[in-house]
């Protein structure tokens, strides 16, 4: 039932696109009579009877649908046009050509004395390059097409102000913006440690970077969840676009969209989940917790990426782009009471290898269309649907195949309902279903090594209901409070085989033969309620406590409710200098989708928990310069137990390794120290940070480093952009990742007097791979064409083509004495990966 709902409810974007009044004929009816009727139907249309007279007849038959571009239609032939201002689209002359370009100079001002602004933070919306800067708050800008533009500004101590803006062909605009002094607002202020915000287009960014320097950072795939590698605390290898926050696991970071969790929002799932499936083009922005988030977000143990689609500022704009990673189509719109959003990606990365490694072929789609349904309630329905069919060959040697194939369909789709029912209060309803379909199968057949094969069949089905709370009463209390329910009903059908040979058998704790089939049919509820409470004390410290609740049925454990109690402060010392601290518990229970079914086990772990203690300090000089320093203690227990394969984690069945280690930790502790500075300017941009870290798992009362432990990292990066120039070079930097030793040993004789060998681990993570690095590079450049503008881009990430060791590749072999003796290899982890892209806007 619920499959049938999403083969109707995924079409809703084109439906919506599509659904227009039956067409109208306007040629040979009066300009006039056709603008008066399009105001009667609510267009916010204007004109003087003296530039349109009565007499002026429609001579072409318009094929636009949109009422301000079938407008433009009408009046182009008689030398007119639109212009935007105040909410009202007003006629005017044409005085040039449509594609002449203008020039718009900015002025921003202190609304109380008309004082230039110094240090302004400045941004564009479609991008502009400032041409000039004549003075302190006077900006120009050259050679502008003909559009509409967005102007967000920023200052230390004043509210952000924006200002839309219509430039006609060949027009000269004067934008004047007063700032008002800014009234912080409670709500408004960020109290929590570890909250990084990042800008729209940007690819791998530090936070806090100016727009227009950061929207084309490096970054493969143009991945939005790639940029949080970046951030202090991270841990990623780069081939997967999951990462690791503080320690802690890759499965404890939520994604959220428009108000709704993402389920397993990732392709080629089954193989490192290389890129997200989320169009970097359709988000606003990106705000990252790396920890210590507040009580309305729970069930998650390390961190969130949260995510904003992007609002249209433009009656009409469309994106088509071409890359080796995608090809992507985008389109967004605005009229009276309706915007909307449609993104559309198809993965490249089958077209341009090689098919005798595999055809890794995957699309996504996103829409959302939002209504005014009054002046104090607005409702917006969104989709997302991800379909992968992906086949990956590590060996294409016939006496060495090994082959792994996943076909996944994922589907959500969500109504989001906003409410203003007072000055002070407010809600958002969200209620959700899901549909997810996951089939991996594949073999491996080396009779030197493995023979092995493997079927993964995973069907899952929800439903969630969501609401939240937020009461204002004033200046100085903030409350919210919220509460979520919901069903889930999975079903797993696991069949996996193997038989080890030669050094793959000598692992004296594992079998010869693995042979496991397993079924499961999880069904049941999950449930939470939270109060969050905010008050400002004094002019200079705010106090927020909260309180959350979580259950869970389809476990079927009894008394594992977890409660999570949270508290933060802010404390100004300075209007520059600000102390944050913060200590939270946080708990997470095993999600229905991570069954560890593949490696025997058919039954749920009670939620763990993590017990965060941060302490931060962050100041801001001449308001381009940030520096920011955490300490951050995370204490975690009742961890889950996970499997690991301790020498190759790139295998494509890599429950069926004869590596396969099971981990079950009593505790596990990450301690560190994040510093980070900033610089954000005009043209250039640059960033920085460093992270004394170490994070251990406690087995058996030895603490061992976990596989992710970097006790040094670092991270850094520049960017330069003129008008249609942009350059970026970032790096990153870390100690190498954990390993473990392989030791040969003979156990005894056999039958027919051979030696029998046996190879056993050392001891766990006392090794260390080599120092991790990469430099990433990228240059764009943009054209202006006769409609909307083209962005060329090339890239390349690891442009040294540094080999970073990822995995150790063991084989017996025999010295010039016939001993047998292990031979190590290794494998790494990305190469040189060059990418080129264009992308035309209008």
């Not at 009877?49 to 002026?56: G, K, N």
């Not at 509409?148 to 605009?173: C, K, M, N, W």
């Not at 909307?788 to 063991?810: H, K, Q, T, V, Y």
Request: aromatic share 10%; net charge negative; glycine share 6%.
């Amino acid at each position: 039932m619920l499959r049938r709902l999403f083969a109707m409810t995924l079409l809703w974007p084109l439906a919506v696109l599509a659904a227009q009044d039956e067409p109208a004929t306007y040629a040979g009816r009066s300009v006039a009579a056709v603008i008066d009727e399009l105001r009667a139907a609510g267009q916010p249309f204007a004109y003087s009877t003296s530039i349109v007279s009565s007499d002026l007849v429609i001579t072409v038959e318009p094929v636009a649908t949109d009422p301000v571009e079938l407008l433009r239609e009408i009046l182009a032939p008689h030398e007119l046009t639109l212009h935007y201002e105040a909410g009202v689209h007003l006629v005017v002359r044409m005085q040039r050509s449509e594609n002449v370009p203008g020039r718009i100079l900015l002025l921003i001002r202190n609304g109380d004395n008309d004082a230039a602004i110094e240090n302004a933070r400045l941004t564009v919306v479609p991008a502009l390059s400032i041409t000039d800067e004549l003075s302190a708050g006077v900006y120009q800008f050259f050679k502008v097409m003909p559009g509409r533009y967005q102007f967000i500004v920023e200052a230390e101590g004043f509210q952000t102000t924006e200002r839309i803006l219509d430039l006609g062909p060949g027009e000269s605009e004067v934008v004047n913006l007063l700032l008002d002094a800014e009234k912080p607002a409670i709500e408004t202020i960020t109290i929590s440690a570890s909250r990084y915000e990042i800008s729209r287009d940007i690819a791998s960014s530090r936070f806090l970077l100016d727009q227009r320097s950061i929207q084309n950072m490096p970054d493969m795939g143009e991945d939005p969840l790639r940029i949080s590698h970046r951030l202090p605390g991270a841990a990623a290898s780069g081939a997967s676009a999951r990462t690791h926050f503080r320690g802690g696991d890759d499965g404890e970071i939520g994604v959220m969209l428009n108000g709704q969790w993402l389920f397993d929002p990732f392709h080629i799932r089954d193989y490192q989940s290389v890129f997200s499936a989320i169009d970097a083009r359709a988000i606003s922005g990106v705000e990252v917790y790396t920890g210590g988030f507040p009580a309305q977000y729970g069930d998650r143990m390390s961190g969130l990426v949260l995510m904003e689609s992007m609002q249209a500022v433009q009656d009409r704009h469309t994106e088509i782009g071409l890359s080796v990673y995608n090809t992507s189509f985008l389109t967004s719109g605005t009229e009276p009471g309706r915007r909307w959003l449609f993104s559309a990606r198809r993965g490249n990365l089958d077209l341009v290898i090689d098919p005798k490694f595999g055809e890794p072929s995957y699309y996504d789609v996103f829409g959302e269309v939002e209504f005014d349904i009054s002046s104090q309630a607005s409702l917006s329905l969104n989709a997302l649907y991800a379909n992968d069919r992906v086949r990956l060959v590590l060996e294409s040697d016939p006496s060495e195949f090994e082959q792994i194939v996943s076909k996944t369909r994922n589907a959500q789709f969500w109504v989001q309902l906003q409410n203003q029912w007072s000055d002070s209060l407010s809600s958002s309803t969200v209620l959700s279903i899901l549909a997810f379909e996951n089939l991996r199968s594949g073999f491996t057949d080396d009779i030197e090594k493995i023979v092995s094969s493997v079927r993964d069949d995973r069907q899952i089905d929800q439903v969630t209901l969501r609401q939240d709370w937020v009461w204002q009463p004033n200046d100085y209390h903030l409350l919210r409070w919220g509460v979520e329910g919901g069903f889930s009903d999975a079903v797993y059908e696991y069949a996996g085989t193997a038989e080890f040979f030669e050094l793959q058998s000598w692992y004296p704790s594992g079998p010869d033969v693995i042979n496991r089939s397993l079924s499961a049919a999880p069904r049941g509820g999950n449930f939470a309620l939270y109060v969050s409470d905010r008050w400002r004390l004094t002019p200079r410290t705010i106090l927020e406590w909260g309180l959350r609740w979580d259950d869970q049925t389809y476990t079927n454990l009894s008394s594992d409710a977890q409660v999570s109690p949270r508290f933060n402060i802010l404390y100004a010392l300075t209007p520059q200098t600000e102390l944050r601290l913060t200590w939270g518990r946080y708990q997470q229970s095993q999600p229905i989708q991570q069954l560890q079914i593949e490696d025997g086990v058919d039954e749920y772990w009670p939620a763990q928990r993590s017990d965060h203690v941060i302490a931060g300090v962050r100041r801001l000089f001449r308001d381009r310069y940030a520096l920011r320093m955490e300490v951050f203690f995370k204490d975690m227990s009742r961890i889950t137990p996970r499997f690991e394969n301790l020498y190759n984690p790139l295998g494509l069945i890599p429950e069926l390794q004869p590596d396969r280690v099971r981990l079950d930790p009593d505790s596990a502790q990450s301690a560190g120290v994040e510093l980070s500075v900033d610089h954000s300017g005009d043209r250039w941009n640059w960033w920085a940070s460093y992270t004394l870290s170490k994070v251990t798992d406690r087995i058996d009362g030895i603490d061992y480093p976990r596989s992710w432990d970097q006790r040094h990292a670092f991270q850094g990066g520049v960017t330069w952009s003129s008008q249609n120039w942009s350059a970026a070079v970032a790096a990153s930097v870390h100690s190498g990742w954990p390993t473990t030793d392989l030791e040969l040993a003979v156990s005894g004789i056999d039958g027919n007097g051979e030696d029998i060998y046996v190879v056993t681990p050392g001891t766990r993570n006392a090794l260390r791979h080599p120092t991790f690095a990469s430099l990433d590079l990228r240059l764009s450049r943009t054209f202006d064409l006769r409609r909307g503008s083209l962005m060329a881009f090339a890239e390349i990430s690891n442009a040294l083509d540094r080999r970073n060791p990822c995995c150790i590749d063991w084989d017996a072999q025999s010295d010039l004495n016939d001993n047998v003796i292990l031979e190590r290899g290794q494998d790494f982890w990305l190469p040189l990966l060059p990418a080129i892209g264009v992308l035309w806007e209008f």
